[in-house]
């Protein structure tokens, strides 16, 4: 009978490492980042119009992901 | 006990009182009295700043008026979020403020670590240049409206003769404030010589925490003082630099008080940040549901800027 000695290293899956804080963080600031430089652009008035849907996107999902684990 | 006189049965009753009324109080757990201590604060709160959200929240989805409040509301749904989204002119109300915010933001943010970087390098008298420096930054948004409006004078004010003094352009030739392509600049002027001093010591707070072995260990290494600037102090100074940038940023996205003072939105609308439009708007065409919706929309964006400050705040708490 032959013993595993090698350590096992708990494999960790896509989901696991994309749902952590900091890259969700990341991508929420980017989102509301977005948003303030869509509302204050002058190039396109569509741009505009979308900004606040996604300036409210963004702070929404800062606010959900600020609570999920590190 | 019958005979006792009526201010000793106060007394006695006093005394009966005081002893249970401690008891009951020396009964309550820590949670309890913590909450105790709380709740007037909680309840402050409620009433004067998230009651008057949720009102706000509520009213930029109705066609209230403030002057016409016996008018039955109507529910409108998102009508005024559309509206305001597809307006040419508040487009150019968010124009005028990005001009505002992106120029006074970057021309502080290089004085400032600039000014920052000569104090930290604690010459002969650099506590009464700190001091001088900081100055403008303790006067009253209302006083600096006012004595810069002196200033800009075109008749008596001292910016125009100084101007005229380098340039050789006579003093009474333009107008600060009432010229169209000067009056976005003239406020800009004045927010930078207000809040410089501001950047300066969040900036100086940064270069003082850096520690010197770093410098030392570069010394020895050889490293020229170009080279430990781009090397260790900026990287370094880095996170306070955007922990003031986007303080100044939010602070000057809601800038209202100078400018109102300064140009009041004029010449035309050429000064009109957001807040200006806002505020005219709904004290001046009292359309209160509109207005608030206007003020969801900018109170959303300060909060998502918010979000990302507090982050960059934590960043900087944990070095």
């Known amino acids: ?70 | 006990m019958n005979e006792l006189s009526a201010s000793s049965r106060i007394t006695y009753r006093a005394v009966m009182v005081r002893p249970g009324l401690a008891r009951r109080i020396r009964g309550l757990s820590d949670r309890m009295l913590a909450w105790l201590f709380i709740t007037p604060t909680i309840v402050l709160l409620l009433a004067i700043n998230i009651f008057p959200l949720l009102w706000t929240i509520y009213l930029s989805f109705t066609n209230y008026r403030a002057n016409r409040a016996n008018v039955p509301t109507i529910w409108l749904g998102a009508d005024w979020y559309q509206s305001i989204l597809t307006d040419p002119d508040i487009w150019a109300a968010m124009q005028v403020t990005a001009h505002f915010v992106i120029w006074t933001v970057v021309i502080e943010t290089v004085l400032g670590f600039g000014l920052a970087y000569l104090i930290d390098k604690k010459f002969r008298g650099h506590g009464m240049w700190t001091t001088i420096i900081l100055l403008p930054m303790m006067l009253s948004p209302a006083v600096v409206g006012n004595f810069w409006t002196f200033l800009y004078q075109p008749q008596i004010g001292l910016f125009n003769y100084v101007v005229a003094f380098f340039t050789g352009r006579a003093a009474s030739s333009f107008q600060m404030l009432g010229d169209v392509t000067l009056s976005p600049w003239a406020i800009v002027i004045v927010d930078a010589w207000m809040w410089t001093p501001y950047v300066m010591l969040i900036c100086l707070a940064g270069l003082r925490s850096i520690p010197d072995y770093i410098y030392e260990a570069a010394e020895v290494d050889r490293a020229s003082k170009w080279r430990q600037f781009w090397s260790i102090t900026l990287p370094m100074a880095l996170p306070f630099i955007m922990l003031a940038v986007l303080f100044r940023g939010i602070e000057n996205f809601k800038m209202f008080d100078m400018v109102n003072l300064l140009t009041g939105g004029g010449p035309g609308s050429t000064t009109e940040v957001a807040s200006i439009t806002l505020k005219r708007a709904a004290f001046e065409s009292w359309r209160t549901g509109y207005s608030s919706a206007f003020a969801i929309i900018l109170f959303v964006t300060v909060f998502g800027l918010a979000n990302i400050y507090v982050k960059a705040l934590n960043k900087v708490k944990s070095r």
């Open chain 1, 1 to 70: 009978m032959s013993v595993d000695l090698t350590p096992s290293i708990a494999r960790r899956g896509l989901a696991d490492r994309i749902l952590r804080r900091a890259p969700l963080e990341a991508i929420a600031t980017t989102i509301i980042a977005a948003g303030v430089v869509m509302l204050m652009q002058p190039l396109s008035l569509t741009l505009y119009s979308w900004s606040f849907a996604t300036t409210l996107f963004g702070t929404v999902m800062f606010t959900i992901v600020s609570k999920v684990r590190e």
